[in-house]
């Protein structure tokens, strides 16, 4: 198999009829053809379109958000093909700088920091893959009001996000109507069903939506704060990480608490596990780590590691923050135009530290979104130890959903890939081995569940030759 996808990427490359990018539609407006991405530095052939740069979604605090459209290829039927929107974490950190460049994207970026090289489990294979750097201050998103840096939230977030996409829309026409659906993970658990709701209530009404929403997809997602505190001591506790003191007096001391404003008794605690746990990767803990980065102080919420298809590389976020900065990159993105006084990188600390709304549960919102009939399908990495399956299940628990198929284990290429349970109106699917970034740790096996995601098709049981052992 792996040398089969090496010949095909070898062969796409090479390809003559190949260039930089795909021509641009016909239907392309003036606004999207500056956008255009001609070539980016480093960048193989692609028999698929790009575009970057900013929307204003407040013209009077001269706010703007960055995002990057990597088309589908040519062999997905683009002008067809579903939209879907991909949203990052943190808060603070940039769909553009993890999302795009280290998961699911066309390229991952080299060691060099220079260069970029296919991804063969992109999933524009499949649909028309929009990545976009929210709130201002976030990646390439800014804003000339500098209180907005110190005031963000979720409810600011989600706004500032649909206000994007409608605007978004006027520029890019010819996606208007068409098949759309939102993804992410981490702190996305929180910005993607907003985000949907915001989505699904200002459709009401309206026969022929142009934001015409389909669902959402959502991995090692935040989703509610007691069950997510107490999933993730347990797995912590459950794996080793921690002693049997400290795991009581994290129950004590947190499981009660916000996640995103938790209180000095649980903060002290948090930092004791930290200790016990030591220099691991938290958030794939079976991985090595980039020892550099991994005495940077964690968060509870932010992921950071990657996985390239052909082996591991902890430090990978070091070569997008290098691509990233490079003048000739902001250059070919149509990035960094009003010259930000600051460096690019992939979290924004300041972001982090200052965040104000953030509701303790997203629970509410899975039940007015199932109630609808709104597709939901939740994913996790059993090897996430910062947001586990644990704390997955104990949310999805607290639904009380009925379900509709039990438990089973999922295959890809005659190998168990992770298990799925199907809901009435969720399906929960494990990818194992996989991380808090699950294309980056399985970037095969995400592929699939995106495929899947998107036919609302079950994850795939067992073939003839398994069964029969």
Known sequence: MATAVLILLAAAILAPSLSSCAPASATTTSAAAADRITRLPGQPPVNFSMYSGYVTVDAAAGRALFYWLIEASSTAAPDSAPLVLWLNGGPGCSSVGYGASEELGAFRISPD???????????????NMLFLDSPAGVGYSYSNTTSDLFTPGDNKTAHDSYT???????????????DFYISGESYGGHYVPQLSQL??????????????????????AVIDDYHDYVGTFEYWWTHGLISDDTYQKLQLACEFDSSAHASKACNQIYDVAEAEEGLIDAYSIYTPTCKK?????????????????????????????????????????????????????????????????????????????????????VFSGDADSVVPLTATRYSIDALYLPTVTNWYPWYEEEEVAGWCQVYKGLTLVTIRGAGHEVPLHRPQQALKLFEHFLQDKPMPRPVDSIQSF
């Not at 989505?199 to 090692?220: A, D, S, T, Y």
């Not at 005495?295 to 591991?312: A, E, N, S, T």
């Not at 135009?337 to 979290?347: H, I, K, L, S």
């Open 293 to 377: 980065a991994s005495l940077r102080k964690r968060r509870l919420i932010k992921g950071r590691r990657p996985w390239l298809p052909r082996g591991y590389d902890p430090c990978t976020e070091k070569y997008s923050t290098k691509y990233y900065n490079l003048p000739e990159v902001q250059k070919a993105f149509h990035a960094n135009v009003t010259g930000m006084p600051y460096a690019w990188n992939p979290c924004s600390d300041d972001l982090f530290e200052h965040w104000k709304d953030s509701p303790r549960s997203m629970l509410p919102i899975y039940h007015e979104l199932i109630a609808a009939g709104i597709r939901i399908w």
């Open 164 to 178: 994007f996409l409608v605007n978004w829309l006027e520029r890019f026409p010819q996606y208007k109507h068409r």
């Open 199 to 220: 989505v699904f209530r200002n459709n009401k009404g309206i026969k022929k939506p142009i934001l015409n929403f389909k669902g959402f997809m959502v991995g090692n």
């Open 113 to 127: 920091g220079t260069t970029l090289v296919p991804n063969p489990y992109s999933w524009n294979k499949m649909a």
